[in-house]
């Protein structure tokens, strides 16, 4: 199986040629299910850049609206959204050489429904608002390697859902990360990338109210390979295991960053994390407290997780590769 697997890998890169990657869908955070007439979508053409983005809030995002440049010749799309009407309208201008690298918000309710109650857009140079009303339920899209294109969602009486189209530069593109913010020593940072036509086998978390170590093991032609101990400085009480099948593949993670405890606390760590897959849901593992994140994706491949370490795991992204 393993070996067809290849060659038909192979067999798919030579008809690609040199065909562009395709842009990959992360997200969406809020309301996640809903009819086809209240799917929105903004897609920017090639060569297109995003010079505004018009916004009406009050205490929730109740439209958007985006104006893109293209040779000195600006386009508004309509408007998503918008049933209703908040109390304010705001503008985020962003200069020729200004891009979106990230995107930071919330979540509230509605008639019984998740909408976003308040945006933020962060760019190469600063960070535009927040606009609308910030609750506690906070969601962030940070990523690298790779360039805004758009934005997706539901939308009704409010914007209800929000994702981001980003196109990697090459392949491979990083999320996140979520946890401790300060940049690492060399010793601190961890990293693992699946190798071309490997499969990630296992997943082996040592964890208790924190997750202290990951360890990854991948199969290639019926041989196992595992990693090197990310994290690790000090042990949980558990070491639980994910087996996943041969045609399973991680789709999300979500999880909660917390302060640690114990012999050395006060950082801020990763203190749960769950993995999804085209199949189920694994975990989640450590408990469950602080400020939570979730990230999912689409259009693209799971190849890998990397952050920072220590006596736990700081932090945590994912690296994820665009389908030609």
């Given at each position: 199986?393993?070996?067809?697997?290849?060659k038909?890998?192979?067999a798919?890169e030579?008809q690609?040629?040199?065909?562009?990657?395709?842009?990959?869908r992360?997200?969406?955070?809020?309301?996640?299910n809903?009819?086809?007439?209240?799917?929105w979508?903004?897609?920017?053409?090639?060569?297109?850049?995003?010079?505004?983005v018009?916004?009406?809030?009050g205490?929730?995002?109740?439209?958007l609206?985006?104006?893109?440049i293209?040779k000195?010749?600006?386009?508004?799309?309509?408007?998503v959204?918008g049933?209703e009407?908040?109390?304010?309208?705001?503008?985020a201008?962003?200069?020729g050489?200004?891009?979106?690298?990230?995107?930071?918000?919330?979540i509230?309710?509605?008639?019984g429904h998740?909408?976003?109650?308040?945006?933020?857009?962060?760019?190469?140079?600063?960070?535009?608002?927040?606009?609308?009303?910030a609750?506690?339920?906070?969601?962030?899209?940070?990523?690298?390697?790779?360039?805004?294109?758009?934005?997706y969602?539901?939308a009704?009486?409010y914007?209800?859902?929000?994702g981001v189209?980003?196109?990697?530069?090459?392949?491979?593109?990083?999320?996140g990360?979520?946890?401790?913010?300060?940049?690492?020593?060399?010793?601190?940072?961890?990293?693992?990338q699946?190798?071309?036509y490997?499969h990630?086998?296992k997943i082996?978390?040592?964890?208790?109210?924190l997750?202290?170590?990951?360890?990854?093991?991948?199969?290639?032609r019926?041989?196992l390979?595992?990693?090197?101990?990310?994290?690790?400085?000090?042990g949980?009480?558990?070491?639980?295991?994910i087996?996943?099948?041969?045609?399973?593949?991680?789709?999300?993670?979500?999880g909660?960053?917390?302060?640690?405890?114990?012999?050395d606390?006060?950082?801020?760590?990763?203190?749960?994390?769950?993995f999804?897959?085209?199949k189920?849901?694994?975990g989640?593992?450590?408990?469950?407290?602080?400020?939570?994140?979730?990230v999912?994706?689409?259009?693209?491949s799971?190849?890998g997780?990397?952050?920072?370490c220590?006596?736990?795991?700081?932090?945590?992204?994912?690296?994820?590769k665009?389908?030609?």
């Amino acid at each position: 199986m393993a070996w067809i697997a290849e060659k038909l890998d192979k067999a798919l890169e030579l008809q690609a040629g040199s065909k562009v990657a395709r842009c990959i869908r992360i997200g969406t955070w809020g309301k996640q299910n809903e009819g086809s007439e209240s799917y929105w979508s903004l897609e920017l053409e090639q060569d297109d850049h995003l010079s505004k983005v018009i916004i009406d809030h009050g205490d929730a995002i109740y439209t958007l609206m985006f104006t893109s440049i293209s040779k000195d010749l600006s386009h508004t799309s309509t408007k998503v959204g918008g049933n209703e009407s908040g109390d304010t309208i705001s503008e985020a201008t962003f200069d020729g050489d200004e891009e979106i690298i990230g995107v930071n918000g919330t979540i509230d309710t509605r008639g019984g429904h998740k909408i976003i109650s308040s945006l933020s857009f962060k760019t190469n140079k600063r960070t535009h608002g927040p606009f609308g009303h910030a609750t506690e339920t906070s969601f962030s899209i940070p990523w690298e390697e790779g360039s805004l294109v758009g934005f997706y969602g539901l939308a009704g009486s409010y914007i209800e859902s929000i994702g981001v189209y980003i196109k990697p530069y090459e392949e491979i593109i990083k999320v996140g990360t979520w946890g401790k913010s300060q940049p690492g020593r060399p010793q601190n940072q961890w990293s693992f990338q699946l190798e071309k036509y490997h499969h990630l086998n296992k997943i082996t978390i040592n964890h208790g109210d924190l997750i202290y170590s990951l360890m990854f093991t991948t199969e290639h032609r019926g041989l196992l390979h595992t990693s090197k101990l990310a994290g690790g400085w000090n042990g949980g009480e558990t070491i639980s295991e994910i087996i996943l099948d041969w045609n399973e593949e991680i789709h999300a993670i979500d999880g909660t960053v917390g302060v640690s405890r114990g012999d050395d606390p006060g950082n801020i760590v990763i203190s749960s994390i769950s993995f999804m897959t085209n199949k189920k849901t694994h975990g989640p593992f450590g408990d469950a407290r602080g400020t939570p994140f979730t990230v999912s994706w689409d259009d693209c491949s799971f190849v890998g997780f990397y952050g920072l370490c220590g006596w736990y795991i700081d932090s945590i992204g994912v690296y994820l590769k665009g389908i030609t």
